[in-house]
């Protein structure tokens, strides 16, 4: 097959890839099968033989390409999970983050350009739990934590195509597709540009109910399945389950939303999209369903969210959305586009600039250990 890579340059996270790469980079991001021996479909679909197609998935996670391999969970439906921000003293910087960092609960980290400068993500098995990692990270590191958990889920996906050049996420339109081919057919090329939307409640106080052979289930796959020829049966062994009720247990967290998707995570930092930009805000609250559903239905936004106002410590945003690209002065086209069309409102654009931790969100704590960190 022929080579995807823009001039061989060993600079180009491409070089080197051929289109059953580029099928597996773009089209098993999710809907990966839920069968004993999955590269087996994967591989008539890619067409080539099982073991090439576990060998490509293998070399893209060294090469970085994919972060990991299996379950992409979700926070608000397992547990209890929030948005948090810490306003770090440049000269303590580092400190602050080697708190914050070394929570298990901790799973997402990054500085942003604002006054609030770290902003991370807790998530835990229930509210309690991350409301006392949160009071500990404060006592610990002497700085005050706005705490924003979601309250309305209008739209969240970070599945979205790379194989390109495209200046941000799903900005590729697939040429002859219609939107329900699109939105139907993912592997097909290009990005699902029709986008469902809906006001998502979501409850501080969740906490799924599980079964002991799910908690098991989850506790294992929270970092990723084995990259085998059987994946579900290796993760059946570990847990000491049957198989079988092993791939219906995944079955049914996938149903009842505890697992998002099933696939390959691609990095998106190595794939170029690396100029995210997380934009607030000041949306009436009149007006605030009606804009979020519009706003989260667009194309080029990745996620858009209800979180509350915090106006005592000076944070008068409810909404947030964010846009991922390769260029931070496309992005910035794209929140113009989206301020001028769309929400005619105050608001701050809050740049990435440095990924501090990120990882699986992990629910150790469902199983009663306490959520302790990693180091004293």
């Not at 080197?16 to 098993?28: C, H, K, M, P, R």
């Not at 969740?206 to 506790?219: I, K, M, N, Q, Y």
């Not at 989206?338 to 654009?349: G, I, N, Q, V």
Request: charged share 30%; with cysteine.
């Amino acid at each position: 097959m022929s080579s995807l890579g823009a001039g061989g340059s060993e600079d180009d996270w491409r070089a080197g890839l051929d289109e059953a790469d580029a099928a597996l980079v773009d089209g098993y991001q999710s809907d990966f099968p839920i069968v004993e021996e999955p590269f087996r479909a994967v591989a008539d679909d890619l067409g080539v033989d099982e073991a090439e197609a576990l060998a490509r998935v293998e070399r893209l996670r060294e090469r970085g390409v994919f972060r990991r391999f299996g379950a992409v969970l979700n926070p608000p439906v397992i547990g209890s999970s929030t948005l948090a921000a810490v306003s770090a003293p440049e000269d303590r910087f580092d400190e602050v983050a080697a708190v914050v960092n070394s929570y298990r609960q901790v799973n997402h980290n990054y500085r942003r350009s604002h006054e609030w400068n770290m902003w991370f993500v807790v998530t835990a098995g229930d509210r309690a739990t991350r409301d006392r990692i949160i009071a500990d990270i404060e006592s610990r590191t002497g700085c005050a934590v706005l705490v924003l958990p979601m309250l309305t889920d209008f739209y969240i996906d970070l599945e979205f195509p790379v194989v390109n050049g495209d200046r941000f996420a799903r900005e590729t339109r697939p040429e002859g597709a219609s939107p329900d081919e699109r939105a139907a057919s993912p592997r097909a090329g290009g990005s699902r540009q029709e986008t469902e939307v809906d006001a998502t409640r979501i409850s501080e106080e969740a906490t799924a109910d599980l079964s002991p052979v799910e908690r098991r289930l989850l506790l294992e796959i929270q970092d990723g399945f084995p990259l085998t020829r059987t994946p579900y049966r290796d993760v059946a062994a570990a847990i000491d389950a049957p198989v079988d009720e092993v791939l219906a247990g995944v079955e049914r967290l996938l149903a009842n939303g505890c697992i998002k998707r099933i696939g390959c995570v691609v990095n998106h930092l190595v794939t170029g999209f690396d100029a995210n930009c997380m934009v607030v805000w000041d949306v009436p609250d009149a007006d605030l369903d009606e804009r979020g559903e519009a706003v989260g239905s667009l194309p080029y936004v990745t996620l858009c969210y209800h979180r509350p106002r915090r106006p005592e410590q000076d944070w008068p945003y409810n909404l947030f959305t964010m846009v991922h690209g390769r260029e931070a002065a496309a992005v910035d086209a794209k929140v113009d586009e989206l301020a001028a069309d769309h929400l005619p409102y105050d608001h701050e654009r809050l740049y990435s600039t440095e990924t501090l931790k990120q990882t699986g969100a992990r629910y150790d704590d469902i199983v009663g250990d306490g959520g302790r960190p990693d180091s004293p």
